[in-house]
Every structure is written in structure tokens, then in C-alpha cells.
């Protein structure tokens, strides 16, 4: 077992460990470095698999004291049965699921490539072994192309029938001065019902553009009548 993954030890539990020596053993992923990126409910790490492609391998956290709250809005997403472990599992399922839909409607986003339990390893968004930056970080970037992309990424995946539903400066890397959305964990299929979180995404857009001294924000309603007449 390398260095890293008996460093992370301490904060993933057996059956993570399990599941990277199986990502590992099948090709799928390398040694780990990093991490890239790290919150409150996941890491990421860098990798290479067998085709010496560069990935990111971003692993749930099977960690319950993250996990004591789940935010209200898993009730859109059905039941959940199946013990704990399940629904951290769940959480990736989700994200791979959207972000393989994201990627398949032609939204900057990375490729999806593998989901197993836990962890999701997709198409890393960097140059050499540096990720790119967060648009929090890096807003060196044309501020009116850079709305009309994000604007256009928020009504394809409408379109395609769901909302990101996290959708910040933090969630958008800036990829040599392209926009790229990552973190689908809080996707949601977009009804009547989660309209909300759609017009809060619509929000926070346009507040941080507005900040940057964008002028001429579209409204939230025409950006959602541009998905969907009767939403
Ligand atoms: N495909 C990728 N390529 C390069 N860097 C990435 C990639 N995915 C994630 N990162 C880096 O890792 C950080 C964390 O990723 P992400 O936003 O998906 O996780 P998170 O905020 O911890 O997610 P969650 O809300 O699921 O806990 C990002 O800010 C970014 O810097
Ligand atoms: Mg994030």
C-alpha cells in the first residue's frame, strides 16, 4: 500500500481503502497524489490510469459526522434504504449520473469515467499535474462570453431535464479560459418542485457577475422560459 492511502488511513474507513485497491487493481486508476481538493464530505486526488490518461479520483467520505444532517433536498431523490454506506454511494451515483448527462448535452464539464461504490474517476482538468483554478481564484476570463456559456450551460441541463444545484464561482474551474462545472453532487432532477433550487442557481450567476460588473444579467424567468414554457 503506498504512503498516501496509508496517510489517509486515519480518515477513510476499510471499505474505502477496499474500493481504490479495486479501482487500481482494474486499471482504472494509478498511485493517488495529492489531494487536489478537499471539503467536508470528499477528497480529490490525481492519478493516471493504465491508458496514461490523467484523471481526478474524487471519494466520498464514508465519514457519518459529515453525514448526520442530510441536507432536505435528498428527499427529491426517493427513498433511500439500505444503511448508511448505501447512501453515501448514493451521493456518487447521483453526481456520476449527472455528470455524464451534463457532459453528453455538450457542457464543459470533465468526462466522467468511472463510478465504483464511493468514488467517481473522471477526465482531470488541469495541465501537466496542476489543476485548474476555481473561477473564485482565477477570474482572468471574458466576462461577457464567460455569461453567455454559463447562462447557456444552466438551460442545457434543463433542457436535458435537471439543475446542478450548487452552482458558484468554486464549482467552475477556469481551464485555460474556458469555463468547466464540476462538482454534480447536488444535482437534482428539475420539476415543479425543485424550481427553486434552479432559480437560486439562476441567483448566484448573476449576482457574481453582477459583482464582477457585468451589466445586462437576463432575468431569472427568461432564462427558465428558455428551458421550459410551463416551469
Ligand atoms: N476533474 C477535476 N479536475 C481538476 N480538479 C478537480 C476536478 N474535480 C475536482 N477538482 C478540484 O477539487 C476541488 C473539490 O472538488 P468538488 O468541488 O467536486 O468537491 P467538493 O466541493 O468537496 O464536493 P462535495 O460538495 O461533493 O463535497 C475543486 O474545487 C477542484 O479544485
Ligand atoms: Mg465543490
Do not use: C
Amino acid at each position: 500500500m503506498s504512503e498516501l492511502k496509508k496517510t489517509y488511513l486515519h480518515v477513510f474507513d476499510e471499505s474505502t481503502i477496499y474500493n481504490v485497491n479495486k479501482l487500481e487493481s482494474d486499471g482504472y486508476i494509478g498511485q493517488l497524489s495529492g489531494p487536489i481538493g478537499s471539503g467536508k464530505e470528499s477528497y480529490v486526488f490525481l492519478s493516471t490510469d493504465l491508458q496514461k490518461r490523467k484523471v481526478a479520483v474524487k471519494i466520498h467520505r464514508h465519514n457519518i459526522e459529515s453525514f448526520k444532517e442530510i441536507p432536505s433536498y435528498l428527499r427529491f431523490r426517493g427513498s433511500k434504504t439500505g444503511g448508511f454506506l448505501k447512501t453515501i454511494d448514493d451521493w456518487s451515483r447521483y453526481e456520476f449520473t449527472f455528470m455524464s448527462k451534463a457532459f453528453s448535452v455538450g457542457v464543459n464539464s470533465p468526462e466522467p469515467y468511472r463510478l465504483f461504490r464511493n468514488i467517481i474517476v473522471m477526465q482531470f482538468i488541469g495541465e501537466d499535474d496542476t489543476p485548474a483554478n476555481t473561477a473564485v481564484k482565477d477570474t482572468n476570463f471574458n466576462l461577457d462570453s464567460w455569461y453567455t456559456k454559463i447562462i447557456d450551460f444552466i438551460v442545457k441541463l434543463g433542457q436535458k431535464g435537471f439543475l446542478h444545484g450548487d452552482l458558484s464561482p468554486y464549482n467552475i474551474l477556469n481551464f485555460k479560459g474556458e469555463p468547466y462545472l464540476i462538482d454534480f453532487s447536488q444535482a437534482l432532477k428539475l420539476t415543479n418542485f425543485t424550481k427553486d433550487f434552479l432559480v437560486r442557481d439562476i441567483l448566484n450567476i448573476n449576482n457574481w457577475f453582477n459583482k464582477l460588473g457585468k451589466k445586462e444579467l437576463l432575468n431569472t424567468e427568461e432564462i427558465i422560459s428558455r428551458i421550459d414554457k410551463n416551469l
